[in-house]
């Protein structure tokens, strides 16, 4: 709630999210050789998702705007790697911290509450960083999906809700993200092999 206050329009709930919705959102993940990105990670509700799954804690990096959350975070979840940063600035926070591959990246983030440069920056942000057959998973509270039809066309991705979750307060629904079969083929062409994230 502390944080709700401090900044309305960045974090996405007033309450946790429940355990219906954190389940739902980490089976949509895969376990590969690269990393998982959780945006927006505030209490470490969907964290203790991800962990539950199996995700394993040297592949899983949380990413958090909120100074006070992500000191609580670190102190939560001492063996994870916690950046205190902004998803906007994502392919530089990953960066220096020499991160390798991104398989999948979640997010909490209220996308649809942020303004529509700031929304198209951060979406920008997660399909240069994530790997061309990886996933991105957004909850959203709203009947609209998280990614409008038009921009999900000129990002090249497409969308698919998974799931409804009634029984979260307020109901959510999980949306899963990925690149269109050909544009996904055509970064795969450009490399031999997964290219970890660098300043190219």
Partial sequence: LSAWLRNPIQVGAVLPSSNGLTSTMA?????????TIELGAGTGAVTSALLTRGIRPN??????????LAQELSQHFPHLRVLQGDAARLKTLLQREEMGVVDN???????????????VRILKQIFTVLH???????FTYSLRPPITERLAHSLGVNGERTDRILLNLPPAHVWVYRRRPFIASQYLSRTAARPPIDSA
């Fill in 27 to 35: 089976a949509q993940t895969e376990e590969g050789s690269g990393i």
């Fill in 59 to 68: 592949r899983l990096v949380l990413i958090e705007k909120d100074h006070i």
């Fill in 132 to 138: 061309p057959e990886g996933k991105f998973v957004q």
């Fill in 105 to 119: 990246v979640v997010s909490s983030l209220p996308l649809l509450n942020m303004r529509h440069r700031t929304r």
